[in-house]
């Protein structure tokens, strides 16, 4: 990179739960948005012991120490203690193993009630909520941010953001891939929390981010502030040489993704149109790349023959995974409470519509991504739990117009939301912008 342009890169400070790696399968996001960032002017403060990935995407990491938390003596004493009664009920899982069954004792469920009331409740979080301390303040001066970014996702993160802003005057870059402000400990009295601080950092930041047009227009409704406009981001030209040609009277049905939430009955639900078509009895096979088999998966689609369980490929080998695609479905939940995906786009949306295969998107209409297929007309939609209606457009993908068109919108989509190189060059000067209009620096 020119030094010229390098000294242009306002000097970044995430403030991110989950420590980012060059390669690691959580942080997808903060990786492509920011992969061509000066690695010396970007840093990070994570609260993550556990780390997932590998290689240093930051120049500098701080991780949360109990000096950073109030009553840090009594939260280390009682961390591991508490998330062991978490996990009281915890079953490892393998694929194609016989699910094992685990019958739980008194004590056992007695520790994992108590660890679900401090945890799930927030009040872990309001106890032991974050604080500057000495070493942060070290670090921070030591770094010299010009801009933070946080998504906040928490309590803590959220405190922690407005604390750093308010006491070294640097401008905040909110970003948030989800409803979380309304669905967070939504079922405790923690919940009203949530919303009011969250509702502080959205007002106090220089710049707000949503994701997707519909959770621009609700948040803008609900905030009365400005949001800018973000999207998922990924190259197209990675997955042009890996197209293949679809294999004639074999039809391979794709999904690449979680199980979880009761995802895997829309996988029911397909296999079952499957078995009622005879043209696609004799054709059509299901293959699923996951990262592990919930231990309540049905056997009926645990041992059918037409659904074949994979290991869930790294983002680097999807593309050629995505080729061999004759369909490739996109699932949402019809049993996720409404608040968690009424404003979230799947993370897989984009990287289909890329590979420039058919879509089969099946899910409720309230449904972020189903909304943002209908929308923009890239995929084939079937937006109520019906198998009739799963079969009537598993058919359509087979007219060969409709299936052009539906990709023809899916290129257009791409170029207008998803292109790495724009979508970089947007967020840099969005954040260049905060940094030049602030008149305060980090001392």
């Not at 961390?79 to 899982?93: C, L, N, P, Q, T």
């Not at 948040?219 to 040489?241: A, M, S, W």
């Not at 995974?321 to 490739?328: D, G, P, R, T």
């Not at 929308?375 to 409709?402: A, Q």
Request: proline share 4%; charged share 30%; hydrophobic share 35%.
């Amino acid at each position: 990179m020119d030094n010229n342009i390098k000294k242009k890169y306002p000097r970044l400070l995430l403030v991110h739960m989950s420590m980012v790696k060059e390669n690691d399968p959580v942080n997808l996001l903060l990786r492509m948005q920011f992969a061509d960032w000066p690695k010396d002017k970007i840093a990070q403060i994570h609260a993550q012991a556990e780390i997932n990935g590998f290689g240093e995407f930051c120049d500098k990491y701080y991780q949360l120490k109990s000096c950073d938390r109030l009553f840090g003596g009594l939260f280390d004493l009682l961390r591991g203690k508490v998330f062991k009664m978490v996990d009281a009920k915890k079953i490892k899982e393998f694929y194609g193993e016989e699910n094992k069954i685990y019958v739980p004792n008194f004590t056992d469920r007695f520790k994992k009630y108590i660890g679900d009331l401090l945890i799930k409740s927030g009040v872990w979080e309001i106890i032991f909520n974050t604080r500057l301390s000495e070493s942060m303040m070290a670090f921070i001066k030591d770094f010299k941010p010009d801009v933070i970014y946080t998504q906040g996702y928490s309590l803590g993160f959220v405190r922690l953001s407005m604390l750093i802003s308010k006491g070294y005057n640097i401008p905040i870059c909110f970003q948030t891939t989800d409803d979380w402000p309304n669905s967070l400990y939504n079922s405790s009295p923690v919940g009203w929390l949530v919303k009011k601080r969250a509702n502080e950092l959205i007002k106090f930041s220089k710049l707000r981010l949503a994701f997707g047009e519909k959770m621009r227009e609700e948040y803008e409704k609900r905030y009365g502030v400005k949001f800018g406009l973000t999207y998922h981001l990924d190259n197209p030209q990675r997955f042009i040489c890996k197209r293949t040609e679809d294999v004639k009277d074999k039809i391979k049905i794709i999904y690449t993704g979680g199980l979880g939430h009761r995802r895997y009955e829309a996988i029911l639900d397909l296999l079952n149109v499957i078995r009622r078509n005879q043209f696609l009895k004799e054709n059509a096979e299901i293959y699923v790349y996951t990262h592990s088999i919930p231990r309540e998966l049905p056997k009926e689609i645990l041992n059918s023959q037409k659904i074949t369980y994979l290991p869930l490929p790294a983002h680097e080998n999807l593309p050629l995974i995505l080729s061999e695609a004759s369909i490739l479905f996109l699932p949402e939940s019809f049993n996720e409470d409404r608040k968690a995906i009424e404003y979230s786009i799947s993370t897989k949306a984009h990287l289909y519509m890329m590979s420039q295969k058919p879509i089969l998107v099946y899910g409720p209409p309230y449904s972020g991504t189903v909304n943002y297929a209908m929308h923009n007309g890239w995929g084939f939609v079937v937006n109520e739990r019906s198998e009739k209606k799963l079969i009537e457009e598993l058919l359509n993908i087979f007219d060969k117009n409709k299936k052009n068109q539906k990709i023809q919108e899916a290129r257009k989509c791409i170029k207008k939301n998803h292109d790495l190189v724009e979508g970089r060059k947007k967020i840099y000067e969005m954040l260049l912008s905060i940094k030049n209009n602030n008149n305060g620096a980090c001392n």
